[in-house]
């Protein structure tokens, strides 16, 4: 079967870092991409691994052990527009999204 | 940055009406999906298309649904005799290989009236 796990919220201050952890099990497995999502927005594309380690993307960064099936998304100097959704998404043929972990951002 | 594009971005409906929601996906992209949002829940996927014909479907996409790629450029999604439940934010997304992330578009808010 397939299930992905990700705290439903999170709350950090601004300036601060963040890590929001994801586990999955999947059926097909390509690589864990990271979605940011506003309300009323779209999923915007964060980052990717294909492989295990880390990708550094600006102020985000991802890792992922294939082993572990797990990954982390990674922000830095956490600014309030950063305050939305995230979804670690196990790609496959297609992406399977789950709840997401809301971002609250304190000043 | 090339980006998906979705028209249009908002559609008011009448219930039992046929919809048509259009995508142009990123230019040198060969894969393509649909995914749907209602309002509150989680994106969930419906369709991926790939050399003109469906590579995958949820349980979602039933005979009310079909999708197309009339041109080199559009990827459309047909809604046929709406229901008061479809109506959700419709997303498209595309990528050049299905191992490589996908990129959505701003999404069409559907309202079934």
């Known amino acids: 079967g397939q299930s992905l796990e990700q705290p439903s919220e999170v709350t950090a201050v601004e300036g601060a870092i963040v890590q929001i952890n994801c586990t999955y099990q999947t059926s097909g497995f390509y690589g864990l991409s990271w979605y940011q999502q506003h309300d009323g927005g779209a999923p915007t594309f964060l980052s990717y691994n294909a492989l295990d380690g880390l990708e550094e993307t600006g102020r985000f960064s991802s890792f992922l052990s294939r082993s572990d099936s797990y990954g982390y998304l990674l922000l830095q100097e956490l600014q309030m527009k950063d305050s939305a959704s995230y979804f670690c998404a196990p790609q496959d043929d297609k992406i399977i999204f789950g709840k997401g972990t809301r971002l609250h951002i304190l000043p | 940055e090339p980006e998906v594009t979705q028209t249009p971005s908002h559609q008011v409906t009448q219930m039992g009406q046929e919809v048509i929601l259009r995508c142009v996906p990123i230019s040198n992209h060969l894969y393509f999906y649909w995914y749907r949002q209602i309002l509150g829940q989680k994106v969930e996927f419906l369709v991926s298309f790939y050399n003109n014909e469906i590579s995958e479907k949820s349980e979602i996409f039933d005979d009310q649904f079909s999708v197309e790629r009339p041109d080199g450029s559009n990827f459309t999604l047909k809604i046929r005799s709406t229901k008061l439940e479809d109506s959700a934010m419709y997303f498209c997304?595309?990528?050049?290989?299905?191992?490589?992330?996908?990129?959505f578009g701003d999404g069409t808010r559907l309202s079934i009236l």
């Open positions: 997304a595309s990528n050049a290989d299905s191992n490589q992330p996908q990129h």
